[in-house]
């Protein structure tokens, strides 16, 4: 932000778009401007409707991003502030649970968008019918989604054609069915990729061209990749990353019909005596409450906010928590596992040039029945340390954190290091959940999320044996030196899914296939949160597809009437 | 979630625990208030000559000076400095007793000590073990904001002339073309 105050031109926090008045209800509020809000609030308002996007954050421009690691790299400008925003957490209900930062979710217009690394896999078949064909784990929750690959596939077109995404169709043999090639080719391979390739051809893996939400290409008025090196925890500069900030919300705003607010943080949808939503309570900048008016609510603040919300929004009608009959509401969650490994290479890697991945390798997304585990995984190389960051935390757990050794341990590896990354299943678990903190309250005065979590012992085993392959994958790539960080949950916690899951079933399920609430038929949540099952890590792809699909349909509902007066 | 507590990003996390996160966290204010004018250095140092005479000697064993220059090149002591009277003033309290309590230990160590750095370099670096063995957290404070200005952005004060950045061969160019390695040098020349 070194841009400065003299020069912003305008105030991140002040609305944009039309003014609509609280009092008379716009067609739909929207929560949330990230990846999935994004997506849903250009779609509904393209399809004439009016939308008031409701966001915590701020709303940053890219001209407000830099590469400015001392000021950005933990960014608790643009993410929660565990200062004002705690959470607590506990491994099983009969502990009490203890503040610990846990989750973190970008907190701007765009969300995590913005600061992520662009990985854009789409889920493949197995990943909604993984109970049917895999059968059921015990101590997990493991259910088919009421939605298959094949209903999902036309609105995984959309995404990446629509907010943009670079890759090459049929490089991977384990690439599901799509009905069209990527719109631009992939962005050029780095030396991690190269390695990736040489190790995968020795153990007779694929290595591909990683799908990825950066333009190769100049598309749709925005310009192509600059190779910054600056992806991964930092907004992009230039707009070739393909964030909803850039790709979504100056088609939203461009409609005339969606207002967006930021620095607006609500504490509770409010429902008539029918039991319809009729608009949404929050805290403006200077936590005056507002009351907005709507005909129907889309709740699309993330795998932990969205449960939140609803919890916070209990009334006489829904004494535990909005459209929560079926008791599921914030139950479970699910982060995806990890297992990095590092490694050492004889020459110049110069891993923080360019973008963060450019191949990657499904060959092991589903394993083979013998090994007894439930799940899968995938992996790229990368380099995301900036070097402060590197220097406090990338040379590896034994190495030395002063002196003169660290010192030549700091100048011998930065360029010529990478780190081999696992992204793997979590399952999830009934008891793993987002729930009220009955003590612990906000900066505004509301209870803060408490989470509930104890991995599965499958999610210990994938991990176990996605480290190995870690390793194998390095030494075939010729790392000189190999090191893993100790087992463990990986913190923070970014990927927030399966707290709402879908379902036909309204007591297994808190929305059906549509996103729409079981119990309150104007109520809509889409997000990390609707997942029945998490995949193999790289959410993000899978939930702008799904705010597509949800958002036509509401549109087509809204249409019909079936949302309320006029 | 289990209780084996280090994993990458908590271990790369340690900038978002503890006293790291403060300074970070802090650090984060510094760019607004300097925009906004209220956050430019204060005239004169925070510490006195003495309190940054054993400071710079304490960060410069965390990264010593050898044939490539270290944290006394990159002036990580003004950086420090000047965090502890803007950004991270907070801290400041836990530096002085951190800096009184250095100087007690030396002289313990040696009679004619009256600072740590009139200790010699044995000396020095055997009281770093000690305090490094004891968790001092004024030990972990001066390590990472070493690093940290070291390898900041020179605009901070510290990292002068980008001598961190030089040293571990890290190019402020931001804006990048193949090849980016030594390994894709044929595959760029190729596509």
């Known amino acids: 932000m070194h841009h400065g105050a003299s020069s912003r031109r305008f105030d991140p926090g002040a609305p944009t778009g039309p003014a609509f008045r609280p009092r008379d209800p716009v067609d739909f509020v929207v929560i949330g401007?990230?990846?999935?809000?994004?997506?849903?609030?250009?779609?509904?308002?393209?399809?004439?409707?009016?939308?008031?996007?409701?966001?915590?954050?701020?709303?940053?421009?890219?001209?407000?991003?830099?590469?400015?690691?001392?000021?950005?790299?933990?960014?608790?400008?643009?993410?929660?502030?565990?200062?004002?925003?705690?959470n607590t957490f506990r491994t099983s209900e009969q502990e009490e649970a203890k503040a610990r930062a846990v989750i973190q979710y970008a907190r701007l217009v765009g969300g995590g968008s913005v600061h992520f690394t662009a990985n854009y896999w789409r889920f493949h078949e197995i990943d909604f019918v993984e109970r049917s064909r895999r059968g059921s784990v015990d101590g997990a929750a493991m259910a088919d989604w009421p939605i298959t690959y094949a209903d999902l596939e036309p609105y995984y077109s959309r995404v990446e054609w629509e907010v943009g995404v670079s890759g090459l169709a049929g490089a991977s043999p384990f690439e599901p069915p799509r009905s069209r090639p990527y719109p631009m080719p992939p962005l050029p391979i780095k030396s991690s990729g190269v390695l990736m390739e040489r190790a995968a051809s020795k153990l007779g893996w694929h290595a591909v061209p990683a799908p990825m939400a950066i333009l190769s290409q100049p598309y749709r008025g925005r310009p192509a990749c600059i190779q910054c090196g600056f992806c991964e925890h930092f907004g992009c500069e230039v707009?070739?990353?393909?964030?909803?900030?850039?790709?979504?919300?100056?088609?939203?705003?461009?409609?005339?019909?969606?207002?967006?607010r930021p620095m607006s943080y609500v504490r509770k949808i409010e429902l008539d005596r029918r039991g319809r939503a009729i608009g949404v309570k929050y805290f403006d900048a200077r936590k005056r409450e507002i009351f907005q008016r709507a005909k129907a609510v889309f709740v699309c603040a993330n795998g932990a906010e969205t449960p939140r919300l609803l919890l916070l929004s209990a009334s006489n009608q829904f004494p535990n928590g909005l459209a929560n009959s079926s008791g599921l509401v914030g139950r479970h969650l699910m982060f995806n596992c990890y297992e990095f490994t590092g490694g050492v290479f004889e020459h110049e890697i110069n891993g923080y040039r360019g973008m963060v991945v450019t191949r990657i390798i499904h060959d092991t997304y589903e394993l083979d029945p013998k090994l007894g585990l439930a799940g899968g995984g995938g992996f790229d190389f990368r380099f995301d340390l900036p070097p402060i960051a590197f220097a406090l935390g990338g040379l590896g757990a034994d190495a030395p954190t002063w002196s003169g050794k660290f010192k030549q341990m700091l100048r011998e590896s930065y360029t010529h290091t990478l780190f081999s990354l696992a992204h793997i299943s979590q399952l999830p678990v009934a008891t793993n959940s987002i729930s009220l903190d009955p003590t612990v309250r906000d900066a505004w005065g509301l209870p803060v999320m408490r989470l509930t979590f104890k991995e599965h012992p499958n999610d210990e085993r994938l991990i176990e044996w996605f480290s190995q392959k870690n390793v194998e994958l390095l030494n075939a790539a010729g790392a000189t030196r190999t090191w893993h960080f100790p087992p463990g949950r990986v913190y923070p916690e970014v990927h927030l899914l399966g707290t709402c899951r879908m379902g036909n079933d309204k007591q297994a399920s808190v929305v059906d296939r549509w996103h729409r609430t079981h119990d309150v038929p104007n109520l809509f949540l889409v997000d990390g949160s609707s997942f029945v099952t998490g995949g193999r890590g790289q959410p993000t792809m899978t939930i702008q597809a799904l705010a597509f699909r949800a958002a036509e349909h509401a549109a087509q509902m809204a249409r019909r009437g079936e949302l309320g007066a006029g | 979630m289990s209780d084996i507590p280090v994993t990458r990003r908590n271990f790369v996390g340690a900038m978002a625990t503890g006293l790291a996160a403060t300074w970070i966290a802090g650090a984060w204010r510094a760019p607004m208030a300097l925009a906004a004018g209220t956050g430019t250095p204060a005239a004169g140092p925070t510490l006195t000559p003495a309190q940054l005479r054993d400071l710079d000697a304490v960060s410069a064993l965390i990264i010593p000076t050898d044939d490539a220059p270290g944290a006394r090149e990159a002036h990580v002591v003004d950086f420090i400095d000047r965090g502890l009277g803007t950004f991270a003033a907070d801290q400041r309290p836990l530096f002085e007793q951190g800096l009184a309590d250095l100087a007690v230990r030396a002289a313990r160590r040696h009679a004619d000590a009256k600072a740590f750095a009139d200790l010699d370099a044995d000396n020095q670096i055997a009281l770093l073990h000690e305090l490094e063995a004891e968790h001092s957290e004024f030990f972990e404070a001066v390590r990472v904001s070493t690093i940290t200005g070291f390898l900041a952005d020179p605009k901070y004060g510290g990292n002068t002339d980008k001598v961190g950045w030089k040293l571990i061969g890290f190019e402020d160019r931001f804006a990048w073309q193949p090849p980016f390695g030594w390994y894709d040098r044929d595959a760029s020349r190729s596509e």
């Open chain 1, 33 to 86: 401007a990230g990846a999935a809000g994004g997506v849903v609030a250009r779609e509904l308002s393209r399809a004439g409707h009016t939308v008031v996007l409701l966001e915590q954050g701020p709303y940053l421009r890219a001209s407000d991003f830099n590469h400015d690691e001392f000021a950005s790299y933990q960014l608790e400008e643009i993410t929660n502030n565990h200062r004002s925003q705690p």
């Open chain 1, 239 to 260: 707009g070739a990353k393909s964030s909803s900030l850039a790709a979504m919300i100056p088609d939203a705003e461009a409609t005339g019909r969606c207002q967006i």
